[in-house]
């Protein structure tokens, strides 16, 4: 393992430490699903020597990448706490991994035409539209070899009629019935799961026009479910998925959360359009919005 472009870095151990109970206690739709993983792999696999670029550093997708015995795998996450607790979340030995500490959005000049295969799962979610998705594709496209692809996912509220308080209700309703039945294993998985949905959930009907989300809503959304929840299931551990995954994830400033946009595939794929990509569109069955989760697979 190589941290690169961090000069004198000191990580936190035990911030390291948080970041990797509550990353490890989330579950789809905030990390990759089975039918995302797949597309992923049959990506990658397409290609003999498999070079491959993980924006951010997504266990599920670095293990991956090594489990193909990929020539090359080299991660970027800005944040090299955040990047110490998910290779510590990782399976595989990330030795050989070239882990480098900085923004997606610096231009990186060693990488062009470097990578057979560039993936990003949940990341548009965190950078400014349309501006911060131009750069980056215009990045990707230039480290991407002829034939290349981009792999990323996106959450965006497809068109219809839903409302937050109903759709949190039959979720928590749903859990209810669910966990009667379940020892305490599965009783805590199922909940891990339902605060991951919950999470999204709160992004119900608060999309603007402009593809941000409406900050105060999610916010408030947010602050009043995690008091709800430590209310209706006090159990203590299930407190702490409550508090590490509604109060610490992607909310690194007060007032406000760190997922700021979500736009459907046909704007996305105009803009990758711009930059030279041919794209397809493929909308996930994840929870709790069928096809709000969605990928695309951007060729070169």
């Not at 290609?47 to 489990?67: Q, R, S, W």
């Not at 409550?242 to 794929?269: K, N, Y």
């Amino acid at each position: 393992m190589h941290l690169q472009e961090v000069p004198h870095i000191s990580l936190n151990p035990e911030r390291v430490k948080f970041i990797k109970s509550f990353w490890g206690n989330l579950n789809v739709p905030v990390r990759p699903g089975v039918e995302g993983l797949a597309l992923y792999r049959a990506q990658m696999e397409r290609f003999p020597e498999k070079n491959i670029l993980v924006l951010g550093a997504t266990p599920e997708l670095v293990d991956m990448a090594l489990e193909l015995h990929a020539k090359k795998v080299v991660s970027v996450e800005q944040n090299p706490e955040v990047m110490e607790a998910l290779r510590q979340l990782g399976k595989k030995d990330w030795t050989e991994v070239q882990l480098v500490a900085g923004n997606w959005l610096e231009e990186r000049p060693d990488f062009y035409s470097s990578f057979d295969c560039v993936v990003c799962d949940g990341g548009l979610l965190f950078l400014e539209y349309p501006g911060q998705w131009e750069r980056l594709f215009k990045l990707v496209y230039s480290y991407l070899v002829p034939g290349g692809v981009f792999v990323a996912k996106e959450w965006a509220e497809p068109p219809g009629d839903r409302d937050y308080d109903h759709v949190k209700e039959n979720l928590i309703g749903c859990f209810e019935t669910k966990s009667k039945n379940q020892n305490r294993n599965k009783m805590i998985e199922s909940y891990i799961r339902l605060v991951s949905e919950l999470w999204l959930a709160t992004l119900i009907k608060t999309t603007r026009k402009d593809g941000s989300f409406d900050q105060d809503i999610v916010v408030k959304r947010l602050d009043t479910l995690t008091e709800e929840l430590k209310q209706r299931f006090p159990d203590l551990e299930m407190v702490q998925i409550t508090e590490g995954a509604l109060q610490h994830l992607a909310r690194s400033q007060p007032g406000t959360t760190d997922v700021i946009t979500g736009v459907r595939f046909e704007p996305a794929e105009a803009l990758l359009s711009g930059q030279g990509f041919w794209s397809e569109h493929f909308p996930l069955p994840d929870p709790p919005i069928h096809g709000a989760n969605y990928m695309f697979v951007a060729h070169k």
